[in-house]
T-cell receptor, first 115, second 109 residues
Framework: ETGVTQSPTHLIKTRGQQVTLRCSSQ?????VSWYQQALGQGPQFIFQ???????GRGNFPPRFSGLQFPNYSSELNVNALELDDSALYLC??????????????FGPGTRLTVL | QKEVEQDPGPLSVPEGAIVSLNCTYS??????FMWYRQYSRKGPELLMY????GNKEDGRFTAQVDKSSKYISLFIRDSQPSDSATYLC?????????FGKGNQVVVIP
């Protein structure tokens, strides 16, 4: 088990609603990355935060936004939910900017269902 | 063309067999090459990583990278039922990991 925790575990929302997902990074890690994993697919990079600043973004629309707090925990916010947003949302923490891949530790994920 | 291609077909093997998985990639900027294991309803767990062409062994697992062909492989020797999981290849371009679709592997006792 990694030290990365995510909440909630499961979430059901309806189309058009907004959702906030939370991640606590492993102790000592200052970089958090978020990924979306649709059923049967590999995780897709959403964005990364380093010391409270966005550092890199994947091909996701602006309604996907995030925050990182001084304690390096992070939130992922999704506005105007669409059915295709149903997925497992994964948070990964690492120890530095563009952290070496071997230091990205994944949490268990939040499973979001949009009805 | 996707950055990382992994034939997502499921794979069933008898216990003790060798499991062979592979991925191809198109982005020459990738520096690190990894294999993750993901059990059902869990987050991915780093299994192997390497940053150079050649082979790397860790117990029953061998990761192979051929940068000239943009091709990576994972071999699992003496497969066990506990190896049943989805295996994802991933590559790193500084800030992000780019993943393949994953292969579901079932090891039959």
């Amino acid at each position: 088990e990694t030290g990365v925790t995510q909440s909630p575990t499961h979430l059901i929302k309806t189309r058009g609603q907004q959702v906030t997902l939370r991640c606590s990074s492993q102790s000592g890690h200052n970089t958090v990355s978020w990924y979306q994993q649709a059923l049967g697919q590999g995780p897709q990079f959403i964005f990364q935060y380093y010391r409270e600043e966005e550092n890199g973004r994947g091909n996701f629309p602006p309604r996907f936004s995030g925050l990182q707090f001084p304690n390096y925990s992070s939130e992922l916010n999704v506005n105007a939910l669409e059915l295709d947003d149903s997925a497992l949302y994964l948070c990964a923490s690492s120890g530095g900017l563009g952290g070496r891949a071997d230091t990205q530790y994944f949490g268990p994920g939040t499973r979001l269902t949009v009805l | 063309q996707k950055e990382v291609e992994q034939d997502p077909g499921p794979l069933s093997v008898p216990e003790g067999a060798i499991v062979s998985l592979n991925c191809t990639y198109s982005n020459s900027a990738f520096q690190y090459f990894m294999w993750y294991r993901q059990y059902s309803r869990k987050g991915p767990e780093l299994l192997m990583y390497t940053y150079s062409s050649g082979n790397k062994e860790d117990g029953r697992f061998t990761a192979q990278v051929d940068k000239s062909s943009k091709y990576i492989s994972l071999f699992i020797r003496d497969s066990q039922p506990s190896d049943s999981a989805t295996y994802l290849c991933a590559m790193s371009a500084l800030d992000r990991l780019a993943f393949g679709k994953g292969n579901q592997v079932v090891v039959i006792p």
